[in-house]
């Protein structure tokens, strides 16, 4: 039983969320086939806690890295108008780009989920009319009906912090006690680090959250097979399938965006589209293989400056601001997904709450850290400002892990475009080392 659990653990985790997508795919069409038993419900369980958690590390997260990016990055004064400029507008493309293909392709129409149906707990059993008029006699007549009993999955779910202030504010024990317990593990990795200024104290907090983030990952695949043994138990394989056009859509408007990215270096800078491509090939796979731009950093500036030949300005600030703030991949994702689950749920999303989602995808997608599931963690405030039920982010979860590899890549691409542009149209002139 250990050697198994180790064996487990050793494995990388996409392909435990692989596996443990078959296992609950397995389960979930017996399920369905040999009727729907009432404790299927426990087995959300473990995905519920873990968007709750993931709901908690996001404020923080957020706030954390984006202060990180603006106390690290030195932007020249008379650049940082402009430099904003190319940002937003290719990420308002990225994003438009991925509503485009979203209400073209329609990813989750085929599922036709329905808006669900009130869970079938304990807590939410609606009582039969003639037994609340007998009560309610018996009320009058002095009786004390005893309060409703709590279902153990609500109460569970309960303590799971919904933020990190949240336990204290509710004098809420046991919620302290998960808080304590996750950020002291995650700190006594950090414990001989020396603090001494600012700027460490934010790189402390920011390990530490990505560290409690890391371990709550490690729990997706049971997360995973939980929720698809549900979802296929109750609605069939439908869902699931509908998730292989999820991907197509996340893939094809990712390459879209690519596009827009070689067009814009053909046509503003002095590098051509086949050269940066080859040059930049290496940085591109860093970012495919490790699903973080940030970890790519060093490798992006690295090809920017000796394989295309870029100015060093233009190579830093494409790949150090970028890593911190471009995150168009991303912004794209949290759109498709949006749409993805609208759809599924067969819910209109109006031109007004689509507007929102292109709104809260810029926020989202320049919260979002350059780290392996960052995107997963923001999706939330996307979901939450268009009113779309979060629980279904965990049905993403189960592909997640390899959208991640491919929306970092063109996150990595869009650093590479702005320091394309920023270099201009003329190439570097080596006798005259000149800024931008
Ligand atoms: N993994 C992505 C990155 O590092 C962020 C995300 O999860 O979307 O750029």
New binding site residues.
């Given amino acids: 039983m250990n050697a198994l659990l180790m064996h487990w653990k050793r494995m990388p985790l996409y392909v435990r969320i692989l596996i443990a997508l078959l296992i609950g795919s397995v389960i979930g069409y017996i399920l369905n086939n040999v009727g729907k038993p009432d404790w299927v419900v426990y087995l959300e369980l473990p995905s519920k806690t873990i968007l709750r958690m993931l709901s908690m590390l996001a404020p923080p997260l957020v706030l954390v890295a984006v202060i990180q990016a603006l106390v690290k990055t030195e932007i020249p004064a008379g650049l940082a108008r402009r430099l904003g400029g190319l940002l937003l507008l290719n990420t308002v493309v990225a994003i438009l780009i991925g509503l485009f293909v979203a209400n073209v392709l329609r990813p989750g129409a085929g599922a036709n989920l329905e808006k669900p149906a009130p869970k079938a707990t304990l807590a939410s059993k609606e009582a039969d009319p003639d037994k609340k008029l007998i009560l309610e006699t018996m009320e009058t007549a002095g009786y004390k009906a005893p309060e409703p009993k709590k279902d153990v999955f609500a109460a569970f779910i309960d303590n799971v912090p919904k933020s990190i202030g949240s336990p204290l504010n509710e004098n809420n024990v046991i919620g302290v006690i998960i808080l304590a317990l996750m950020f002291g593990v995650a700190l006594r990795k950090h414990k001989d680090t020396a603090v001494k200024t600012v700027v460490d104290v934010i790189d402390v907090a920011f390990a530490t959250l990505v560290s409690v983030l890391m371990g709550v990952l490690q729990w997706v695949p049971l997360g995973v097979g939980g929720v698809v043994a549900t979802i296929v138990a109750d609605k069939g394989l439908a869902p699931l399938l509908s998730l292989g056009w999820f991907i197509l859509a996340v893939i094809v408007a990712l390459i879209l965006q690519a596009v827009w990215y070689l067009t814009r270096i053909q046509f503003s800078s002095w590098a051509s589209p086949k050269l940066v491509l080859i040059g930049c090939r290496d940085a591109l796979v860093m970012?495919f293989s490790?699903?973080?731009?940030?970890?790519?950093m060093p490798v992006t500036y690295q090809c920017l400056r000796e394989k295309v030949g870029l100015r060093e300005r233009s190579a830093s600030l494409g790949a150090l601001v970028g890593?911190n703030f471009n995150?168009d991949?991303?912004a794209l994702?949290e759109a498709v997904a949006a749409l993805f689950v609208a759809q599924l749920l067969g819910i209109k999303l109006t031109l007004m709450a689509q507007v929102v989602v292109v709104l809260t995808s810029i926020v989202a997608?320049v919260g979002?850290?350059?780290?392996?599931?960052?995107?997963?963690?923001?999706m939330a405030l996307v979901f939450n400002a268009v009113g779309l039920d979060t629980g279904f982010i965990a049905l993403i979860f189960s592909v997640d892990w390899f959208l991640?590899?491919c929306?970092?890549a063109i996150?990595?691409m869009g650093d590479i475009n702005i320091a394309c542009i920023l270099d201009g149209r003329k190439r570097e002139n080596k006798s005259e080392e000149q800024p931008v």
């Fill in positions: 970012a490790t699903a973080s731009s940030t970890a790519t890593s995150n991949g991303t994702y997608s979002a850290a350059g780290i392996p599931e960052a995107g997963l963690v923001t991640d590899r929306r970092t996150n990595v």
